[in-house]
């Protein structure tokens, strides 16, 4: 492999003759071979976006040539699109409060832009990374309203998702509507309902969710950019402060705002910590509501559709692996809030420093649950019922069925009348009851109409 020789602050350090990255990403490839995981690129993207949004000020302002800012400003756009990926290979875990990542973009935006302008990598005196890629910025702004803007999109993502997962359990409510089972408390069976009624309250959870998710966005738009190293906007022209923030409104088409205390907003995370409290929420509903519909398919109520061979030694098992699945990245968005209240609380002073663990942590947990949520809602929609399984398992359930006629009997006659039935030796506890109450009276108590109404008519009432 050919290389080129770079210098910094260091000083001198070979760099792949091909790479579009410069000295200070090179280092970082050294010094941060952690976990594996590289950053995320909708962080890059959006980084590329803060830069491009800083050119295009800088050079309406005339802190930037003309030609030099339209080369920035298409490399960026490069970049956003999704091109260049290869050159961003740091991994998500880095010291420096995110600035290995600002490098690395200023570096390939640089070196691309110098290509444009018909240079050579590394020919900084056309464009500088620092001098003029990174022109009146800081990590500590850049970074933070890099992870917002990624976290936005991410959102909207997630909300989508989210309202086609409600969509699937509002169809199942509708479809099973008319099917009576067993409801349970305490893992044992309680009342009759409808697994029309069972789908609708998952559903109803699921749109709690997306509501939230759609809501949080509001927290993930104030910024910090222009406030540069701690909030005080140093080194930068106010103009440029002010301008800013309404190209960055224009490249990313969001409703983004500065913040009105940039030290405040430099300085603490706590609008990602929000945030991803309201994504551990949808994470734990996500949970209860997979390990349910394993239930239901074991109980036999419900039938999962097949997703894969279950067993590489008993034949024809298939187990429920969309919903473990779903449990399992449950799990994992419930461990990420907890990193991100953990980098949120160890910030020091005027910047957190554990802004990498916090961005990768939250954008992690967004990405997760939109595939989770993608993945269960196809799993959703082609769920079966098995009705008679249902009736077999109402009909096993004598305390569920007897619980529906408290309106005509009361607690006590009820009691009575379900241990004459297990005294005779139990057996069909509805035809024993059309023998006790009369046909149409059982019928209208067990029907889905009666058992999902909200309550019964008191006497007065039906006089």
């Given at each position: 492999m050919?290389?080129?020789?770079?210098?910094?602050?260091?000083?001198?350090i070979?760099?792949p003759?091909?790479?579009?990255?410069?000295a200070?990403?090179?280092?970082?490839?050294?010094?941060?071979?952690l976990?594996?995981?590289?950053t995320?690129?909708?962080?890059?993207?959006?980084?590329?976006?803060v830069?491009?949004?800083?050119?295009?000020?800088?050079?309406?302002?005339?802190?930037?040539?003309?030609?030099k800012?339209?080369?920035?400003?298409?490399?960026c756009?490069?970049?956003?699109?999704?091109?260049?990926?290869?050159?961003?290979?740091?991994?998500?875990?880095?010291?420096?409060?995110?600035?290995?990542?600002?490098?690395?973009?200023?570096?390939v935006?640089a070196?691309?832009?110098?290509?444009?302008?018909?240079g050579?990598?590394?020919?900084?005196?056309?464009?500088h990374?620092?001098?003029h890629v990174?022109l009146?910025?800081?990590?500590?702004?850049v970074?933070?309203?890099?992870?917002?803007?990624?976290?936005?999109?991410?959102?909207?993502e997630?909300?989508?998702?989210?309202?086609k997962?409600q969509?699937?359990?509002?169809?199942?409510e509708?479809?099973?509507?008319?099917?009576v089972?067993t409801?349970?408390?305490?893992?044992?069976?309680?009342?009759l309902?409808?697994l029309?009624?069972?789908?609708s309250?998952?559903?109803?959870?699921?749109?709690?969710?997306?509501?939230?998710?759609?809501?949080?966005?509001?927290r993930?738009?104030t910024?910090?950019?222009?406030?540069?190293?701690i909030?005080?906007?140093?080194?930068?022209?106010?103009s440029y402060?002010?301008?800013?923030?309404?190209?960055?409104r224009e490249?990313?088409g969001l409703?983004?705002?500065?913040?009105?205390n940039?030290?405040g907003?430099t300085?603490?995370?706590d609008?990602?910590v929000?945030?991803?409290?309201?994504?551990?929420?949808?994470?734990?509903n996500?949970a209860?509501?997979?390990?349910?519909?394993?239930l239901?398919?074991?109980?036999?109520?419900?039938?999962?559709?097949?997703?894969?061979?279950?067993?590489?030694?008993?034949?024809?098992?298939?187990?429920?692996?969309?919903?473990?699945?779903?449990?399992?990245?449950?799990?994992k968005v419930?461990?990420?809030?907890?990193?991100?209240?953990?980098?949120?609380?160890?910030?020091?002073?005027?910047?957190?420093e554990?802004?990498?663990l916090l961005a990768?942590?939250l954008?992690?947990?967004?990405?997760?649950?939109r595939?989770?949520?993608a993945?269960?809602?196809?799993?959703?929609?082609g769920?079966?019922?098995?009705?008679?399984?249902?009736?077999?398992n109402?009909?096993?359930?004598?305390?569920?069925v007897?619980?529906?006629?408290?309106p005509?009997?009361?607690?006590?006659?009820?009691?009575?009348?379900?241990?004459?039935?297990?005294?005779?030796?139990?057996?069909?506890l509805?035809?024993?009851?059309?023998?006790?109450?009369?046909?149409?009276?059982?019928?209208?108590?067990?029907s889905?109409?009666s058992?999902?109404?909200?309550g019964?008519?008191?006497?007065?009432?039906?006089?």
């Amino acid at each position: 492999m050919e290389y080129r020789t770079e210098t910094d602050a260091l000083g001198d350090i070979s760099v792949p003759l091909h790479s579009y990255w410069g000295a200070h990403t090179q280092r970082a490839l050294a010094n941060f071979q952690l976990s594996g995981i590289k950053t995320s690129g909708g962080l890059v993207r959006a980084v590329a976006m803060v830069k491009k949004a800083a050119a295009l000020a800088n050079r309406e302002l005339g802190a930037l040539e003309v030609a030099k800012a339209s080369a920035i400003t298409s490399a960026c756009a490069e970049i956003i699109d999704g091109k260049l990926a290869a050159q961003f290979p740091l991994d998500a875990m880095q010291g420096g409060a995110g600035t290995s990542t600002n490098m690395n973009l200023n570096e390939v935006i640089a070196n691309r832009a110098i290509e444009l302008l018909g240079g050579e990598k590394g020919d900084y005196s056309i464009i500088h990374p620092l001098e003029h890629v990174n022109l009146h910025q800081s990590t500590n702004d850049v970074y933070p309203t890099a992870v917002k803007i990624a976290a936005i999109y991410k959102v909207r993502e997630l909300s989508e998702a989210a309202a086609k997962l409600q969509g699937a359990f509002q169809s199942g409510e509708t479809k099973f509507a008319h099917i009576v089972k067993t409801g349970r408390t305490e893992m044992q069976p309680a009342v009759l309902m409808t697994l029309g009624a069972e789908f609708s309250a998952w559903a109803e959870a699921v749109s709690r969710d997306r509501w939230r998710a759609f809501k949080c966005e509001e927290r993930l738009r104030t910024v910090n950019i222009g406030g540069t190293a701690i909030g005080t906007g140093i080194g930068a022209p106010r103009s440029y402060i002010f301008l800013v923030i309404e190209k960055l409104r224009e490249v990313t088409g969001l409703g983004l705002n500065r913040g009105e205390n940039l030290p405040g907003e430099t300085a603490n995370s706590d609008a990602f910590v929000e945030v991803s409290a309201i994504l551990k929420a949808h994470a734990s509903n996500i949970a209860k509501i997979s390990n349910d519909l394993r239930l239901l398919n074991l109980l036999g109520e419900i039938k999962l559709p097949p997703a894969q061979a279950g067993s590489s030694i008993m034949p024809g098992k298939v187990n429920p692996v969309i919903c473990e699945a779903a449990i399992q990245c449950a799990m994992k968005v419930m461990a990420n809030d907890m990193l991100v209240c953990e980098a949120a609380s160890r910030a020091t002073l005027q910047i957190n420093e554990f802004m990498p663990l916090l961005a990768h942590a939250l954008l992690e947990s967004l990405d997760t649950l939109r595939g989770t949520d993608a993945a269960l809602r196809l799993c959703v929609e082609g769920i079966e019922a098995d009705e008679r399984n249902c009736a077999v398992n109402c009909a096993g359930s004598a305390t569920a069925v007897i619980t529906a006629f408290l309106p005509q009997l009361g607690y006590a006659k009820a009691l009575v009348l379900l241990k004459e039935f297990e005294a005779a030796g139990g057996g069909d506890l509805k035809k024993f009851l059309s023998e006790k109450l009369g046909g149409d009276v059982v019928e209208r108590a067990l029907s889905p109409e009666s058992i999902t109404a909200l309550g019964h008519k008191q006497n007065a009432e039906n006089s």
